[in-house]
């Protein structure tokens, strides 16, 4: 196991330098550069993700922020890399988002718009967007996520989603124990939303775990809705 390569893949070191080089459409070379670096990703076991993952000290701890909050799993996957697409790879605030994936020429009030637009924080634990200075913008692996097949993108999130605290903590629980999600997502977030946020929060762990089966592994004990 490379643990200096873990070590870059958990901090984002190199997704972080490959973004400050992206501004719009980006060069062919850059984008080879992200899509060597998508394939060295995958390349390696998510067994030797996990591993890593019970050795390595934690480093951030879950906020209520970080539970989980969107309309459909797919608004957070290709369609948002293709809202961003079509606005020119800018950056978007909320409201240009939600009209964006909506695509349809319907006029809506903005604050619809921005509470559709939300799924995009969906899309920032999968790795795809990244927000600076009150706007979001599409990250590079976001760029190339359109141009990797269906196997490869599910590779790829179900990896990068080991580096978000919520995830990475219900992995490591899982793999000592039964998990319930909506214990953990009581112990963060009130009200109404609970329900919903169970079920996204289960959805992104069942990436995790359809993964883990389609490299052969069973790592994890049950994982529970609730």
């Keep these: 196991m490379d643990d200096q390569f873990f070590c870059e893949f958990f901090s984002r070191k190199q ?4 973004n400050k080089q992206i501004s719009g459409e980006i060069s062919t070379a850059i984008q080879g550069g992200i899509l ?20 390595m000290p934690r480093t951030s701890f879950i906020q209520p922020s970080d539970i989980t ?3 459909h799993i797919e608004l957070c996957r290709l369609e948002m890399c293709q809202a961003f697409e079509r606005k020119g790879y800018q950056g978007l605030e909320l409201a240009e988002i939600g009209e964006a994936l909506h695509n349809d020429g319907v006029k809506r009030a903005k604050n619809t ?9 969906g899309a920032q634990q999968f790795g795809l967007v990244y927000r600076k200075d009150g706007k979001w913008f599409l990250s590079c692996l976001g760029y190339v996520y359109p141009l990797i097949d269906e196997s490869q993108r599910d590779a790829l999130i179900s990896r990068v989603l080991l ?39 289960f959805s992104f762990m069942k990436i995790i ?11 994890f004990h049950q994982i529970n809705r609730k």
Aim: hydrophobic share 35%; net charge negative.
């Design 69 to 71: 909050q969107i309309s």
């Design 209 to 219: 775990e359809n993964q883990t089966q389609r490299e052969g592994i069973t790592l």
């Design 113 to 121: 718009n921005a509470k559709y637009g939300e799924n995009v924080k």
């Design 163 to 201: 580096r978000d605290p919520l995830y990475s903590q219900l992995c490591v629980d899982a793999m000592n124990k039964d998990i319930i999600i909506k214990d953990y997502v009581e112990a963060y977030v009130y009200g109404s939303t609970i329900e919903r946020r169970v079920g996204g929060v």
């Design 36 to 55: 060597e670096y998508v394939t060295n990703v995958i390349s390696l076991p998510i067994a030797d993700y996990l591993q890593y993952l019970q050795e």
């Design 15 to 18: 997704e972080i330098t490959f």
